[in-house]
């Protein structure tokens, strides 16, 4: 198995990037190799600075070498066409080609998602992939959100599809038998919520794909109360940064908690783009090392679990 | 000052609002009279129960009889209309003939809100009334969130008129001058968010009645970047009900501390309706006595504002 991982994108890459590919190196199983995209000279270098320093072997990083970067503000199409020697460009070239098996960056998250779309193309069936998000539940484990962003306006029917093909994503990735799907809203009675959401709820209630629980307001995020959170780009953006904020908050007062430790980013380190032919995971701008190497971790068990084509084969 | 309090409304109904009554009567000042609106007899007897046994005198409590309840799950018009002597019903017979200057309720919330568009009526101009939660800050103080429940699917000019209200509120119920107002939104860019938000963006942005200081997104909503916070009835109700489960959760989990106390529902204990011809507050259903307690203090610093007269003002 390979994982592409661009070590350009990112507020600190290649610095972090690099770093934590190595850590994840040191414990990765032996069927997995890394391929780092970027800048050759660079990247080996850092490779060989963070290797030597924790003692880990490189036998299991590649580089791949891609002279352009895509930065953070650029207009994703447009820099895709200008720059497909960019790392984001390459990644999604080996990845097209099968030489990996899923490319992880931490960079502009547009250009990712459009890279998506143009290379390895939604799947077909799919109205608009999503992107995915894991939000700690009280009992232990994670719950599926999606969309946390790709999506700002949904419409009913995309709902309903998010949680089928969350369902598949939770079954097959997290290992959970019939997961309990819930559509995000203000209520618990179907006739709750905005119009959309009470389509969405008509919908998803029909759906003899999925095992739907019904509505969960906002206080049930964290209480075990589903496995799949449906809910549009745009509530679902805004609650899942509300709460990546509580770890940097609580850290700053001083309070560690192991339940509150899950809401940082850096323990799950990125989020799956679903309904692409392939795996794709983004992270944050700001990822540190811990972040991409449990980013790594992610896009290992996601191609061992091989949901997307799970997911393709429901659609078909 | 009179404030009414339904007794009857909530699910510790009357135990836990006549205590709370009994606790906030004894800091009040002396102008404030409290007036409970329920079954005299069993609600006299409560006040006598909490007033010997915290020793507080009941001068400041007056009684005004309502035979009925409306219950948490009814259909807010119908049972309105067919319990005119229900504790709600009452209340806002007293509210809107002057003789209470605020009405408060744990009671059903959607009785609430049509009671009030139908007794004192939204102020003229008003597109749509709604409710405004408050949001504590890292720095100290409140932001105040609208709409945080009442319309579910709001239009880009009902955005930007919470952002008008919602100002005028924070200014003179909160005391802060020129409030910063944010819209809730995935990104900081005018160009992102659904569609609504981008169109509420540009009339906010245009606007010389408010002070726009942009998008906030979810990780923001702590950190001091905004005094009032503009979002539709559907995602404030998301984001506020997330934000009040910390405090239970923390609390589980044997984490005190004096930021994440605040996020506690007791903390302000109320929610007012704004856009309303006087003062109107609702509270939780599970609403304990030391809610019901700040739920009146809210109510007098809303009373002493006039901030309803100050948004009648501005919008004529």
């Known amino acids: 198995m390979k994982i592409a991982v661009d070590a350009m994108g990112g507020d600190f890459a290649p610095e972090?990037?690099?770093?934590?590919?190595?850590?994840?190196?040191?414990?990765?199983?032996?069927?997995?190799?890394?391929?780092?995209?970027?800048?050759?000279?660079?990247?080996?270098?850092?490779?060989?600075?963070?290797?030597?320093?924790?003692?880990?072997?490189?036998?299991?990083?590649?580089?791949?070498?891609?002279?352009?970067?895509?930065?953070?503000?650029?207009?994703?199409?447009?820099?895709?066409?200008?720059?497909?020697?960019?790392?984001?460009?390459?990644?999604?070239?080996?990845?097209?080609?099968?030489?990996?098996?899923?490319?992880?960056?931490a960079g502009n998250t547009g250009a990712m998602h459009v890279g998506a779309l143009f290379s390895i193309k939604a799947i077909e069936g799919i109205l608009r992939p999503c992107i995915a998000g894991f939000v700690p539940q009280k009992a232990g484990g994670y719950a599926v959100m999606l969309d946390i962003g790709a999506n700002a306006d949904c419409k009913p029917e995309m709902l309903a599809q998010f949680g089928e093909i969350g369902s598949i994503y939770a079954q097959y990735t997290l290992g959970i038998d019939k997961p309990r799907v819930a559509l995000m809203n203000i209520g618990s009675e179907e006739q709750k919520g905005s119009l959309i959401a009470q389509a969405a709820y008509q919908l998803m209630k029909d759906s003899r794909k999925i095992n739907f629980v019904g509505n969960i307001e906002g206080g049930d995020l964290f209480v075990n109360a589903a496995d799949v959170i449906v809910t549009d780009g745009f509530v679902g953006n805004i609650v899942f940064k509300f709460g990546e904020s509580l770890y940097p908050l609580m850290l700053e007062r001083g309070i560690r908690d192991e339940f509150i430790d899950k809401t940082n980013y850096e323990a799950v380190g990125g989020s799956p783009i679903i309904g692409v032919n392939g795996n794709v995971i983004i992270a944050h701008g700001i990822s540190s090392a811990l972040a991409i190497k449990n980013m790594i971790n992610l896009a290992v068990r996601q191609v061992e679990s091989d949901a997307y084509t799970k997911i393709a084969q429901a659609l078909s």
């Open 16 to 105: 972090a990037i690099v770093e934590g590919v190595v850590m994840a190196a040191a414990g990765l199983p032996e069927n997995v190799q890394i391929v780092l995209v970027g800048k050759q000279a660079v990247v080996e270098e850092l490779i060989h600075k963070y290797a030597s320093a924790s003692g880990t072997s490189v036998n299991a990083i590649e580089v791949v070498n891609a002279d352009d970067v895509i930065e953070m503000g650029e207009h994703p199409t447009k820099a895709l066409s200008q720059k497909p020697n960019s790392s984001i460009g390459v990644g999604f070239k080996l990845l097209k080609e099968k030489q990996v098996d899923a490319f992880c960056s």
